[in-house]
């Protein structure tokens, strides 16, 4: 589209317009998507908890995840109700 207040040149927003559309801001394919709105399952935050570093910066509750990889059992029934609690709420 052509601005005629700067002589006809494309508008500075027109010419990143494509680059931000297909760079920054990718799309999530049609087969990933429809799985966004399904519930979670214990397996997935199990698998999520095993891929965070042990030792790494303690999360918002102060806990390392490596404390929940030590004392996953006694802790897996709160920690699964709180992933799903935020997931459905949106709030830790």
């Known amino acids: 589209m052509l601005n005629r207040t700067n002589g006809g040149s494309p508008l ?3 010419l990143y317009e494509g680059y931000l559309s297909e760079s ?8 990933e998507a429809v799985n966004l709105g399904k519930e979670i399952s214990v397996d997935e935050v199990y698998k ?4 965070m570093k042990p030792w790494k910066a303690p ?3 102060g ?3 490596g404390f929940f990889h030590q004392f996953l059992g006694t802790t897996k029934d709160a ?12 709030v830790l």
């Open 24 to 31: 920054i801001c990718p799309k999530i394919p049609i087969t």
């Open 48 to 51: 999520a908890l095993h891929q």
């Open 12 to 14: 500075r927003s027109e």
């Open 63 to 65: 806990f390392h995840a």
């Open 79 to 90: 920690l699964f109700e709180i992933v799903t609690n935020a997931f459905e709420v949106g």
């Open 59 to 61: 999360g918002v509750d």
